[in-house]
C-alpha cells in the first residue's frame, strides 16, 4: 500500500502572520517572544492541516524564521567572519538583512523558482560545528502536537554547491569535513525515536552540475546512513535526477524522491530503480502551480510507474515544497475560477485521494463528493468558454507574420534620420520614485474611494512633473514615470482577459516579502489599449521624443501563474499578440520609441542544458513576434536587469530589437569585453550607475563609467542610462544622479 507525503509547507502563514510578526520585531514594535509565539502557532496549526488531510509524512523543519539555507549555515556554524561577536536573534536577523556596519549576505534565485535563498559566504578559514537545537526541538514540538514528522535537511552536497567563496577557495573541498557534522546531526536525531525519517533534499542533481558531482554521492550518503534507526530519503525536484540515482542506489538510503511533473516520464530512473530495494517518494502533485489536479490522469501515471515500482515502495506526494505556491482558497470569495484551483491547503486532500485511488481504497461519502468536485473541475475547465476564445485560437493558428518587415540595418538608419539624436543619447529605463503618495492614490482609486477623475489629475500631475524634471535635466529621451503601474507585470495582466487575481495568493519570494502572481487561466487576448492614453498624454507635454513602455511576453508569463492544460509556447504567442497590438496603437498614437522591457527573460533558463536551445528558441521568436507590428521607424527597446550576458549574447541580438538596455554598474566593465570580442549588431545602454544604491555617483564617476565603455562599444552604438527602472529610490537621490549623468554625457561628448 502507498503512503502519502508532502515534500515541505509553506511558512509564512495563510494571512501572511510571520510576515507582520517579523515586520513589527524589526521595526522595534514588539519582542522576539511574539515572533516565537506567532511561529509556534503557525507550526501547530501547518501539522494540524496535514494531519486532517490523513497525509502520512509530514516534515519537520520546514519551518523558517527567514530561510533555510540560512538556518543551515546557522545549524553548521558557517558564519562569515564580519559578523563575530554576535549571536541569537541579532546575528541570525544581520546576515539575512545587514546591521550598520556589516552588510547583509548575498540573496539568490533557488533553482529556477522565484524563491530567493541567502547564499552561504565560506573561505579557506570556515570551520563547520554543530548547533542542531533548532531541528531536534522542531521535531520535539511536532512530537507534542501528537505528529511523527520526518525531518527535512538540506543536503550537505547542495549546500557546498550553492556557496560561494570569499577568497577562489573552493566551496566543495569542505566536503568531507561538513559530512563530519551532518554525520553527528544524525547521531543526535536517531536519539529523539525509535525510528526516524530524514528527507536530504539534494536538488543540485537536477541540473548540469550533477555530471561532475555524481561521484560523491556514494561516499557521502554511505557515511550518512550510519545511524540504523535513521531512515533517509534523497530528495530531488524540478527536474530528472538521473545521474544522481545511478549512484544512489549504491549507497544504503531507504527512499528517493523524484518529480513526476516536471519530468513525468522518468523512464532512466525507474529501469534503476526497479532493480532496488529503494522507496520511490513520487512527487506527483504539482507543487509549483495552482491548478486542480487532473487526478484520473495522475492515476494512469501511477499505474505506469507500478510497472516499474510495487505499491509497497511507492508512495504519493507532492513534486517539490508546497512554498511555492499559496496556502487556501478558502479567503478568495471573489474569484471566478475558483473551482479550477488549488493552493496548498487543497492539494493537501489531492494527494491523499490520490493514494486512496492508487490503493483502491474504499472512498467514504465524503470522499466520493470530493472526487466528484474534481472530475467536474477537470471537465469544466476543458470547456468553459472563459477559458477557451476561438477568436484567440483562430488568430494563432493564422498568425503569418514573425518578424519586423525591415532588417536592423536599414531600420537604424530610417531612425537616425528621424530622431536626430545628439551623439549618445541620454533616457532612462522607464519608471521614476514611486511616492508614498502616489501609492495612496492608487489605492484609494482601486477601493473606490477617490473618482476617476480625481485619480487621473493625481496620475497626470505626477506625469508633468517628471517630464518637468527630465527636461530640466537635459535628457533627450523621456518617459512618464511609470505612476500608474503598482507592478509591472501585474498591470498588464489585470487589462488582459484570460487573467485573474487573488486576494489572498501571497508566495513568500524571499524573508518577509511575498508576491502574489497574477493567474493566467485562459486564451489571453487585449479587450483595448492599455497604456496609449497615458502615453499619449505625456507625449503632448513635451517636444522631446516620449518612449512608450511595455512588459514584454516572456516576462509576463515568467511571473505568473500560467495554465497548465495549453504548451507554455502557445500561450506566450497569445501574449505577444497582445504586446503586438499595443505596439500598433502606440505608433499609430504617434509614439516613436517603444520600449519592451525582458527583466525574466533569463530567469527563464531552463536548468539542464538539453532544454536551453528551445526556450532560448522560444523566447527569442516570443519576443519578436511581439514587436513585428513596429515599422521600420518605429524604435523598438528592450531592457534586461542582467550584465552576464557571455553565454547569451548571440540569443540577445536574435531578439533583434533595436536597443537594449542592461544591468552593469554593480558587475564591472570586464562582463561588456563581451560585446566587444564577439561581437554585437545593435545598440546598447549598459547601466552607467547602480540604481540599487542610495549613493549619488559623481560626475567623474559616471564620465570615467562612459569612457571605459567606449572601450568597448564605439560612440555610434552607446547610449547612457541608469542601470534599471527608479521606482525603489527617493526623489532626492534620483534628481542629483541623474543630473550629474547628463552633465558627465555633455563633457564626454565634447571630448
Ligand atoms: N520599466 C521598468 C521600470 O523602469 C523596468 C523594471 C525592471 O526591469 N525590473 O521599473
Ligand atoms: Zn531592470
Same mark, same amino acid.
Given at each position: 500500500?502507498?503512503?502519502?507525503?508532502?515534500?515541505?509547507?509553506?511558512?509564512?502563514?495563510?494571512?501572511?502572520?510571520?510576515?507582520?510578526?517579523?515586520?513589527?520585531?524589526?521595526?522595534?514594535?514588539?519582542?522576539?517572544?511574539?515572533?516565537?509565539?506567532?511561529?509556534?502557532?503557525?507550526?501547530?496549526?501547518?501539522?494540524?492541516?496535514?494531519?486532517?488531510?490523513?497525509?502520512?509524512?509530514?516534515?519537520?523543519?520546514?519551518?523558517?524564521?527567514?530561510?533555510?539555507?540560512?538556518?543551515?549555515?546557522?545549524?553548521?556554524?558557517?558564519?562569515?567572519?564580519?559578523?563575530?561577536?554576535?549571536?541569537?536573534?541579532?546575528?541570525?536577523?544581520?546576515?539575512?538583512?545587514?546591521?550598520?556596519?556589516?552588510?547583509?549576505?548575498?540573496?539568490?534565485?533557488?533553482?529556477?523558482?522565484?524563491?530567493?535563498?541567502?547564499?552561504?559566504?565560506?573561505?579557506?578559514?570556515?570551520?563547520?560545528?554543530?548547533?542542531?537545537?533548532?531541528?531536534?526541538?522542531?521535531?520535539?514540538?511536532?512530537?507534542?502536537?501528537?505528529?511523527?514528522?520526518?525531518?527535512?535537511?538540506?543536503?550537505?552536497?547542495?549546500?557546498?554547491?550553492?556557496s560561494k567563496t570569499t577568497d577562489g577557495s573552493c566551496a566543495l573541498c569542505h566536503l568531507d569535513a561538513l559530512v563530519e557534522q551532518y554525520a553527528k546531526l544524525l547521531v543526535e536525531i536517531s536519539k529523539l525515536d525509535?525510528?526516524?525519517?530524514?528527507?536530504?533534499?539534494?536538488?543540485?542533481?537536477?541540473?548540469?552540475?550533477?555530471?561532475?558531482?555524481?561521484?560523491?554521492?556514494?561516499?557521502?550518503?554511505?557515511?550518512?546512513?550510519?545511524?540504523?534507526?535513521?531512515?533517509?530519503?534523497?530528495?530531488?525536484?524540478?527536474?530528472?535526477?538521473?545521474?544522481?540515482?545511478?549512484?544512489?542506489?549504491?549507497?544504503?538510503?531507504?527512499?528517493?524522491?523524484?518529480?513526476?511533473?516536471?519530468?513525468?516520464?522518468?523512464?532512466?530512473?525507474?529501469?534503476?530503480?526497479?532493480?532496488?530495494?529503494?522507496?520511490?517518494?513520487?512527487?506527483?502533485?504539482?507543487?509549483?502551480?495552482?491548478?486542480?489536479?487532473?487526478?484520473?490522469?495522475?492515476?494512469?501515471?501511477?499505474?505506469?510507474?507500478?510497472?516499474?515500482?510495487?505499491?509497497?515502495?511507492?508512495?504519493?506526494?507532492?513534486?517539490?515544497?508546497?512554498?511555492?505556491?499559496?496556502?487556501?482558497?478558502?479567503?478568495?470569495?471573489?474569484?471566478?475560477?475558483?473551482?479550477?484551483?488549488?493552493?496548498?491547503?487543497?492539494?493537501?486532500?489531492?494527494?491523499?485521494?490520490?493514494?486512496?485511488?492508487?490503493?483502491?481504497?474504499?472512498?467514504?461519502?465524503?470522499?466520493?463528493?470530493?472526487?466528484?468536485?474534481?472530475?467536474?473541475?477537470?471537465?469544466?475547465?476543458?470547456?468553459?468558454?472563459?477559458?477557451?476564445?476561438?477568436?484567440?485560437?483562430?488568430?494563432?493558428?493564422?498568425?503569418?507574420?514573425?518578424?519586423?518587415?525591415?532588417?536592423?540595418?536599414?531600420?537604424?538608419?530610417?531612425?537616425?534620420?528621424?530622431?536626430?539624436?545628439?551623439?549618445?543619447?541620454?533616457?532612462?529605463?522607464?519608471?521614476?520614485?514611486?511616492?508614498? %503618495?502616489?501609492?495612496?492614490?492608487? $489605492? #484609494?482609486?482601486? &477601493?473606490?474611494?477617490?473618482?476617476? *477623475? @480625481?485619480?487621473? +489629475?493625481?496620475?497626470?500631475?505626477?506625469?508633468?512633473?517628471c517630464i518637468a524634471f527630465q527636461e530640466e535635466c537635459g535628457l533627450d529621451v523621456l518617459v512618464h514615470g511609470e505612476p500608474e503601474r503598482n507592478d509591472m507585470v501585474e498591470y498588464f495582466g489585470e487589462q488582459l482577459?484570460?487573467?485573474?487575481?487573488?486576494?489572498?495568493?501571497?508566495?513568500?519570494?524571499?524573508?518577509?516579502?511575498?508576491?502574489?502572481?497574477?493567474?493566467?487561466?485562459?486564451?489571453?487576448?487585449?479587450?483595448?489599449?492599455?497604456?496609449?492614453?497615458?502615453?499619449?498624454?505625456?507625449?503632448?507635454?513635451?517636444?522631446?521624443?516620449?518612449?512608450?513602455?511595455?512588459?514584454?511576453?516572456?516576462?509576463?508569463?515568467?511571473?505568473?501563474?500560467?495554465?497548465?492544460?495549453?504548451?507554455?509556447?502557445?500561450?506566450?504567442?497569445?501574449?505577444?499578440?497582445?504586446?503586438?497590438? %499595443?505596439?500598433?496603437?502606440?505608433? $499609430? #498614437?504617434?509614439? &516613436?520609441?517603444?520600449?519592451?522591457? *525582458? @527583466?525574466?527573460? +533569463?530567469?527563464?533558463?531552463?536548468?539542464?542544458?538539453?532544454?536551453?536551445?528551445?526556450?532560448?528558441?522560444?523566447?527569442?521568436?516570443?519576443?519578436?513576434?511581439?514587436?513585428?507590428?513596429?515599422?521600420?521607424?518605429?524604435?523598438?527597446?528592450?531592457?534586461?536587469?542582467?550584465?552576464?550576458?557571455?553565454?547569451?549574447?548571440?540569443?540577445?541580438?536574435?531578439?533583434?530589437?533595436?536597443?537594449?538596455?542592461?544591468?552593469?554598474?554593480?558587475?564591472?566593465?570586464?562582463?561588456?569585453?563581451?560585446?566587444?570580442?564577439?561581437?554585437?549588431?545593435?545598440?546598447?545602454?549598459?547601466?552607467?550607475?547602480?540604481?540599487?544604491?542610495?549613493?549619488?555617483?559623481?560626475?567623474?564617476?559616471?564620465?570615467?563609467?562612459?569612457?571605459?565603455?567606449?572601450?568597448?562599444?564605439?560612440?555610434?552604438?552607446?547610449?547612457?542610462?541608469?542601470?534599471?527602472?527608479?521606482?525603489?529610490?527617493?526623489?532626492?537621490?534620483?534628481?542629483?544622479?541623474?543630473?550629474?549623468?547628463?552633465? @558627465?554625457?555633455?563633457?564626454?561628448?565634447?571630448?
Amino acid at each position: 500500500m502507498s503512503k502519502s507525503f508532502i515534500t515541505g509547507f509553506p511558512r509564512i502563514g495563510e494571512q501572511r502572520e510571520l510576515k507582520f510578526a517579523l515586520e513589527s520585531f524589526w521595526a522595534g514594535k514588539s519582542d522576539f517572544s511574539e515572533v516565537e509565539r506567532v511561529a509556534k502557532e503557525l507550526k501547530a496549526r501547518h501539522w494540524k492541516y496535514q494531519k486532517d488531510a490523513h497525509i502520512d509524512f509530514i516534515s519537520a523543519n520546514d519551518f523558517s524564521y527567514y530561510d533555510l539555507m540560512l538556518d543551515n549555515i546557522i545549524t553548521f556554524g558557517a558564519i562569515p567572519p564580519r559578523f563575530d561577536g554576535l549571536s541569537g536573534t541579532e546575528l541570525y536577523f544581520s546576515m539575512a538583512r545587514g546591521n550598520k556596519t556589516s552588510v547583509a549576505m548575498e540573496m539568490t534565485k533557488w533553482f529556477n523558482t522565484n524563491y530567493h535563498y541567502i547564499v552561504p559566504e565560506l573561505s579557506k578559514e570556515t570551520k563547520f560545528s554543530l548547533n542542531p537545537t533548532k531541528i531536534l526541538n522542531e521535531y520535539k514540538e511536532a512530537k507534542a502536537e501528537g505528529i511523527t514528522p520526518k525531518i527535512n535537511l538540506i543536503g550537505p552536497i547542495t549546500f557546498l554547491a550553492l556557496s560561494k567563496t570569499t577568497d577562489g577557495s573552493c566551496a566543495l573541498c569542505h566536503l568531507d569535513a561538513l559530512v563530519e557534522q551532518y554525520a553527528k546531526l544524525l547521531v543526535e536525531i536517531s536519539k529523539l525515536d525509535n525510528e526516524v525519517v530524514v528527507q536530504i533534499d539534494e536538488p543540485i542533481f537536477v541540473t548540469d552540475k550533477a555530471e561532475k558531482l555524481k561521484d560523491k554521492i556514494a561516499p557521502v550518503y554511505d557515511k550518512l546512513c550510519a545511524e540504523d534507526n535513521v531512515k533517509i530519503i534523497f530528495m530531488t525536484y524540478f527536474e530528472h535526477a538521473n545521474e544522481a540515482v545511478k549512484e544512489i542506489v549504491k549507497t544504503k538510503v531507504w527512499g528517493v524522491g523524484l518529480d513526476f511533473v516536471h519530468t513525468s516520464c522518468q523512464k532512466d530512473s525507474l529501469e534503476i530503480l526497479k532493480n532496488s530495494d529503494k522507496i520511490l517518494f513520487a512527487g506527483l502533485i504539482d507543487g509549483r502551480n495552482v491548478w486542480v489536479s487532473d487526478l484520473d490522469a495522475k492515476l494512469e501515471l501511477i499505474n505506469k510507474i507500478k510497472e516499474y515500482i510495487p505499491s509497497e515502495r511507492l508512495n504519493i506526494g507532492t513534486s517539490c515544497s508546497l512554498l511555492h505556491v499559496p496556502y487556501t482558497l478558502k479567503y478568495e470569495e471573489k474569484l471566478s475560477i475558483k473551482e479550477w484551483l488549488s493552493f496548498a491547503l487543497e492539494k493537501l486532500t489531492e494527494v491523499n485521494l490520490l493514494k486512496k485511488l492508487a490503493n483502491g481504497e474504499h472512498f467514504c461519502e465524503v470522499g466520493e463528493g470530493l472526487l466528484a468536485k474534481n472530475r467536474a473541475a477537470i471537465a469544466s475547465r476543458k470547456t468553459s468558454e472563459l477559458v477557451n476564445d476561438k477568436a484567440v485560437q483562430e488568430r494563432v493558428k493564422n498568425l503569418s507574420k514573425f518578424e519586423r518587415d525591415t532588417p536592423y540595418e536599414e531600420r537604424i538608419k530610417v531612425q537616425k534620420a528621424k530622431f536626430n539624436l545628439p551623439e549618445l543619447p541620454t533616457t532612462t529605463i522607464g519608471s521614476f520614485p514611486q511616492t508614498p %503618495e502616489l501609492r495612496q492614490v492608487r $489605492n #484609494a482609486y482601486k &477601493k473606490s474611494l477617490i473618482s476617476q *477623475e @480625481a485619480y487621473e +489629475k493625481d496620475i497626470k500631475k505626477y506625469i508633468d512633473e517628471c517630464i518637468a524634471f527630465q527636461e530640466e535635466c537635459g535628457l533627450d529621451v523621456l518617459v512618464h514615470g511609470e505612476p500608474e503601474r503598482n507592478d509591472m507585470v501585474e498591470y498588464f495582466g489585470e487589462q488582459l482577459k484570460g487573467y485573474a487575481f487573488s486576494t489572498n495568493g501571497w508566495v513568500q519570494s524571499y524573508g518577509s516579502r511575498c508576491v502574489k502572481p497574477p493567474l493566467l487561466f485562459g486564451d489571453v487576448s487585449r479587450p483595448k489599449a492599455m497604456t496609449v492614453d497615458w502615453i499619449s498624454y505625456a507625449q503632448s507635454k513635451t517636444s522631446k521624443i516620449m518612449k512608450g513602455m511595455l512588459t514584454g511576453p516572456v516576462t509576463i508569463l515568467n511571473w505568473s501563474f500560467v495554465r497548465d492544460d495549453k504548451p507554455r509556447s502557445e500561450i506566450a504567442k497569445e501574449l505577444a499578440l497582445c504586446i503586438y497590438d %499595443e505596439i500598433d496603437d502606440l505608433q $499609430n #498614437a504617434g509614439i &516613436k520609441i517603444i520600449q519592451v522591457d *525582458e @527583466a525574466a527573460f +533569463k530567469e527563464g533558463y531552463p536548468l539542464r542544458r538539453e532544454n536551453v536551445s528551445a526556450y532560448e528558441k522560444f523566447a527569442v521568436d516570443c519576443f519578436k513576434l511581439s514587436v513585428c507590428s513596429a515599422g521600420a521607424q518605429t524604435q523598438i527597446h528592450t531592457h534586461m536587469c542582467y550584465s552576464e550576458f557571455n553565454d547569451i549574447i548571440k540569443t540577445i541580438e536574435a531578439m533583434d530589437a533595436d536597443v537594449i538596455s542592461i544591468e552593469t554598474a554593480r558587475s564591472g566593465n570586464e562582463l561588456l569585453k563581451i560585446f566587444k570580442s564577439v561581437g554585437y549588431k545593435q545598440e546598447v545602454g549598459p547601466g552607467v550607475y547602480d540604481i540599487h544604491s542610495p549613493r549619488v555617483p559623481s560626475v567623474e564617476e559616471i564620465a570615467t563609467q562612459i569612457h571605459a565603455l567606449l572601450e568597448v562599444l564605439p560612440k555610434s552604438q552607446l547610449w547612457i542610462n541608469p542601470d534599471c527602472g527608479l521606482k525603489t529610490r527617493k526623489w532626492e537621490e534620483v534628481k542629483p544622479s541623474l543630473k550629474n549623468m547628463t552633465a @558627465a554625457v555633455k563633457i564626454v561628448r565634447l571630448s
